[in-house]
């Protein structure tokens, strides 16, 4: 069974602060996704990285896939309190299905 | 509006009554996936479909039952829920046809099911 084990599970730091948030496994997929989800709505895909060592920027975020496509990355720029919520990585085995496994979430408070 | 529904958004039942989670899209999407959401577990597969009449288990089908007779629906059946059924549920929809199955996924607003 693919495990994706995201970290940290909680942060909670000041706005204007930078955070990386991990998502790591044993297991290699195919492509990584980023979502991030407000309290009472579904979650919102944010990025999709599909090659080693991609590395996308989203305004003032910083996606990245490791070499081996086994773990990922989200790093926050100077943090602001709309950047607040949980954030989920999602990664899609290598044999292609349909199956996608998500990691446990990171909640992000941004205090102002 | 291009949009992923669910109804009902909220249910409270009691155990062994069986019930459906209704969902459907409305942007002609070949694939769509139901999961679950628990505290400190994140979102777990329970389902997906990547076409009509083709269904295939996700990481925890137990007690669930899924049907996708026409492209836009997707209800999940609990035919005898329990109490560790209880959660928040998600439905989900994308194209489905771009190389690697990397295209965007379209959640629905959630189900919260409170089963007694």
């Known amino acids: 069974t693919q495990l994706l084990e995201q970290s940290p599970q909680f942060l909670s730091i000041q706005e204007g602060e930078n955070l990386t948030v991990y998502c790591n496994s044993s297991?290699?997929?195919?492509?990584l996704q980023w979502y991030r989800q407000e309290p009472g709505e579904g979650p919102v895909l944010l990025v999709t990285v599909v090659t080693g060592g991609e590395v996308k920027k989203l305004k003032r975020l910083t996606f990245q896939f490791g070499d081996a496509r086994k773990d990922s990355s989200l790093h926050i720029t100077a943090a602001q309190p709309g950047d607040t919520g949980l954030y989920l990585c999602a990664g899609r085995g290598s044999s292609n299905t349909g199956k996608l496994i998500f990691g446990q979430g990171t909640t992000l408070q941004v205090k102002p | 509006e291009a949009q992923v529904t669910q109804n009902p958004r909220y249910l409270i039942t009691v155990t062994g009554k069986k019930l459906t989670v209704t969902c459907s899209q409305n942007m002609n999407h070949e694939y769509m996936s139901w999961y679950r959401q628990d505290p400190g577990l994140g979102l777990r597969q329970i389902y997906y479909?990547?076409?009509?009449?083709?269904?295939d288990k996700g990481d925890v089908p137990e007690g669930y039952k899924v049907s996708r007779k026409e492209k836009r629906n997707f209800p999940l059946i609990l035919e005898s829920p329990s109490p560790n059924q209880t959660s928040l549920y998600f439905c989900?929809?994308?194209?489905?046809?771009?190389?690697?199955?990397?295209?965007?996924?379209?959640f629905g607003p959630g189900t919260r099911l409170t089963v007694l």
């Open positions: 297991s290699v997929f195919s492509s």
């Open positions: 479909s990547m076409n009509v009449e083709v269904t």
């Open positions: 989900a929809s994308s194209l489905g046809t771009s190389r690697g199955y990397t295209d965007t996924q379209y």
